[in-house]
């Protein structure tokens, strides 16, 4: 009997001081269902609970989309899945979504969580695929009323030490957002050049300091020193921006080192030629009148949708599209710091 229970039974997670800081020390944040209070005092200060994330500009996104029962939808891009629920709730049990995500880890804790709330394959088809490939999806599915794409990095890949998305904690530089293909991060880094570093750096995230920061990692792979983690390569940041005022200094290492992993990770996933990709294939899927709503977080994102809605909208392929930006309450954005970035933009099939 006592070896029964010596088996089943599992001891609370250990931490030192008064409060969890470490992500594997945030049990209590990972069960929102057990732990509602606890979910929200993290949320109300401002912060966004371990292995969750908070959907952006939900309310704005319904708004734009116009879902009606018995309509068929898309979400591009499902993360959490908090867009998703959304959306299938203004389905009232009538119709289908399909939902694409090419993270094999979260895909399947959020179809669990999904079906959990009554919201299984009846209502939603969940495909593990790049969002580059709706024209596949939309040959099996069917054309949409109604798309969604947030381009945006979900908060349990950032968080999560072992995906290495984050400067702030020390794991392996990976930020692939499928882990079981291509190259990571670290991989990348030590096949390319410095030109083509410095490049990488200024086209995907208008690194300032490009060439300080790549003659820094290049100096140091020519010295043997290979950067296998998201620490390494932060310290060349620090130490590249030893050149700017030491009042400044702070604020700029934190800023570089944002801008240095966007980069990497946009190069990595090839995030720009996805984009590509679906914009070009967007309006294939779309029924007549179908609409389309997309969050983008950085300009050379926005640019790119911004461009191709314009075009579209001129060549007669679009009959109405988003002329400014939708950006996030001030409420929202107290409440959610990582919506501070995101805009929205709109169309509808002609």
């Not at 995500?101 to 593990?128: A, C, Y």
């Not at 794409?149 to 794991?171: C, H, T």
């Not at 030629?273 to 294939?284: H, I, R, T």
């Not at 949708?305 to 579209?312: G, Y």
């Amino acid at each position: 009997m006592n070896g029964d229970l010596e088996t089943t039974h599992k001891r609370r997670v250990r931490y030192k001081g008064t409060h969890p800081r470490s992500f594997h020390e945030k049990y209590k944040e990972a069960q929102p269902e057990k732990y509602a209070d606890t979910i929200e005092k993290v949320i109300s200060k401002g912060s966004t609970p371990a292995g969750m994330h908070i959907s952006i500009m939900v309310n704005e996104i319904l708004d734009v989309l116009k879902i009606q029962p018995g309509e068929q939808g898309l979400d591009a891009t499902l993360g959490y899945g908090g867009h998703t629920k959304a959306m299938l709730e203004r389905l009232e049990g009538q119709g289908h979504m399909h939902a694409l995500d090419v993270d094999p880890i979260e895909i399947v804790k959020t179809k669990k969580r999904l079906e959990d709330k009554g919201f299984g394959p009846e209502i939603l088809t969940i495909h593990q695929t790049n969002f580059a490939n709706i024209d596949e999806v939309a040959k099996e599915a069917g054309k949409f009323d109604f798309v969604l794409a947030d381009l945006g990095v979900s908060s349990m890949q950032i968080d999560n030490p072992e995906r290495g998305f984050s400067y702030k904690v020390d794991g392996p530089l990976d930020l692939r957002l499928d882990p079981e293909h291509g190259q990571s991060a670290a991989e990348r880094l030590s096949g390319i050049t410095k030109n083509e570093f410095v490049g990488m750096l200024i086209d995907n995230s208008d690194e300032p300091y490009a060439e300080e920061i790549a003659k820094v990692v290049f100096d140091n792979m020519r010295k043997g020193v290979k950067f296998e983690t998201t620490t390494e390569l932060k310290d060349a940041i620090e130490k590249a921006l030893e050149i700017v005022p030491k009042a400044e200094r702070k604020e700029a290492v934190k800023k570089s080192c944002a801008r240095v992993f966007q980069a990497l990770r946009i190069d990595v996933n090839s995030e720009f030629e996805v984009l590509y990709a679906f914009l070009e294939k967007l309006p294939d899927i779309l029924k007549p009148g179908g609409r389309v709503a997309i969050l983008t977080f950085h300009s050379g994102e926005d640019r790119l949708v911004k461009k191709a809605f314009k075009e579209l909208k001129k060549a007669g392929v679009y009959s109405d599209a988003s002329e400014d930006v939708i950006r996030p309450s001030a409420a929202e954005c107290a409440r959610n710091p990582r919506a501070k970035s995101t805009k929205l933009r709109w169309a509808i099939k002609g």
